[in-house]
């Protein structure tokens, strides 16, 4: 097949364009280097079978040749990208998703939404499955990128309705490994890099907030299974393991060796305003659907991803 990914020079994308080489396909990888980096993706520009496009989704997509798939995960996930570009958030939630579709619509390929988790907003229901609508604040600072998603997947579904395209949305709880941003601003880069230079591990507020961890090869796996298995409504891809944000900072610091203590702060910033209190994926139709579940412990995970981020730290 020849398959497309918008964001594949990102966190997860990159990845995604590793296995999906290994498996024999031709990728085309698309993205304006905003927040992704070609260092995700100098080890496949020898491979006849990758190439790169340099392309600003949120203007009209041009590929030559046939594409057969896109996965589309072109987005601005990181607080601190979101709060710093809010109008570009939702222009790529919106516009870009909108050009996405209109490409898969003239090539006569599958499309598969990332969405997210962000959808649930701060969640009354726990643990969330895709048939909660959601407990979001549109007008609040996190709103753009919320909404950005939920809309995404409102066309997304027009589109499949409509004119009867192929489509998937994955709605992707918090995902971590290498190529992570060591300036991300979430919680599993700022506690590694934290931890390896023996500073403080910042907890906001009384670190009673919880999340769910999943893997980026696991992740990467169900996005692949659910394009191949899956129908037209969502499906929660991530990691039903819940743990207190305390409970993951100490983890880090048993896992790193480090000196580092645990400092509790109240941010005075937009960071945490309708931040979720809770965050955990009902995986049952991930499970029954796709015959997917996570396999990489959360502790062997994060040893990979710290021997990682003490790479680039030593850079």
Sequence with gaps: MRILITGGAGFIGSHLCDELLKQGHEVLAMDNLITGSLRNLAHLTTRPSFSFIEHDVTKPIHV???????????????????????????????????????????????????????????????????????????????????????????????????????????????TFGPRMRLDDGRVVPNFCRQAILGNPLTVYDDGSRTRSFCYVSDLVEGLMLLMERGDAMPVNLGNPREMSILDFARTIIELTESPSEITFIVPQDARTKDDPQTRQPDITRARTLLGWTPKVRLEDGLLRTIAWFREQLQD
């Design 64 to 174: 030559d040749g046939p594409v057969d798939a896109i996965y589309h995960l072109a987005s601005l996930p990181s607080p601190v990208d979101y709060l710093e570009m809010p109008i570009k958030t939702l222009k790529v939630g919106a516009l870009g998703t909108y050009n996405a579709l209109g490409l898969a619509k003239a090539k006569g390929a599958s499309l598969l939404l990332a969405s997210t988790s962000e959808v649930y907003g701060d969640p009354r229901i726990h643990p969330q499955p895709e048939t909660y609508w959601g407990n979001v604040n549109p007008v609040g600072p996190r709103g753009v990128y919320d909404e950005s998603k939920r809309f995404a997947e409102a066309i997304t579904m027009a589109y499949h309705r409509t004119h009867d395209l192929e489509t998937r949305i994955a709605r992707i709880f918090n």
